[in-house]
């Protein structure tokens, strides 16, 4: 296994329209972690899951994101009505056991262009 | 929740030279990790630093957590050490990261 996998890596829409992202972790990784970064800012932190579940959402995340991570593998990030506000490079990290004493580890991203 | 101020926000240093850069954070914390952005945006770990002193060839990394800072030491600095700086820590109320804003590094030859 490579590493964490996120696809596609760039996306243009139009403001209104939905995309989707989808993230699949290393092998065996049972948390997964999505974040957001706009340009000259680190990274904010959007939601995570610990295998299917998933336990905090960032109030970053509004009705119009919802991610998914059914049967605890890859996961899908979907923006519905996209607004120009949303581009931003947006990161799929995985970590194994939690995070407290083991590294995370990024993907390379999903560039968002939203025009 | 937790603050995470990193400093200086920009660096420009020549190949060969050393530099530290510093993280502060505003709450007692239980993960603390470097990371390294690369000029095509991939961010790699570099460290996980609850506490203590790390070695990684020329990167070095001390965390004090009671007094809520950390340092990343670079020797002999390299133009392939070009690029963003990231801390992130984390607080025991939670298991996410929280990222600095980061700081950019230019090495020239």
């Known amino acids: 296994d490579t590493g964490v996998s996120q696809n596609p890596r760039h996306k243009i829409t139009k403001r209104g329209q939905n995309v989707t992202f989808r993230c699949d972790p290393i092998s065996e990784h049972n948390r997964l972690y999505w974040y957001r970064q706009t340009l000259g800012q680190g990274p904010e932190f959007l939601t995570y899951?610990?295998?299917?579940?998933?336990?905090?959402k960032s109030r970053l995340l509004s009705d119009r994101f919802s991610a998914e991570r059914p049967k605890g593998s890859f996961s899908t990030l979907e923006i519905q009505r996209t607004e120009q506000g949303d581009s931003a490079m947006y990161l799929c990290?995985?970590?194994?056991?939690?995070?407290?004493?083991?590294?995370?580890?990024f993907g390379s991203g999903t560039q968002l262009s939203v025009l | 929740g937790i603050q995470v101020e990193q400093s200086p926000p920009d660096l420009i240093l020549q190949e060969g030279a050393n530099s530290t850069l510093r993280c502060n954070f505003s709450?007692?914390?239980?993960?603390l990790q470097w990371f390294h952005q690369n000029p095509w945006g991939q961010l790699i770990n570099l460290f996980y630093i609850p506490s203590g002193t790390k070695q990684n060839g020329r990167l070095s990394a001390t965390t004090v957590a009671t007094e809520r800072y950390s340092l990343l030491y670079i020797s002999s600095s390299q133009t392939t050490d070009s690029g963003v700086y990231f801390c992130a820590a984390g607080s025991y109320n939670t298991d996410k990261l929280i990222f600095g804003t980061g700081t950019r590094l230019q090495v020239f030859p």
């Open positions: 709450d007692s914390v239980n993960n």
């Open positions: 899951f610990q295998n299917e579940a998933q336990l905090e």
């Open positions: 990290a995985s970590i194994v056991g939690t995070a407290v004493n083991e590294k995370l580890f």
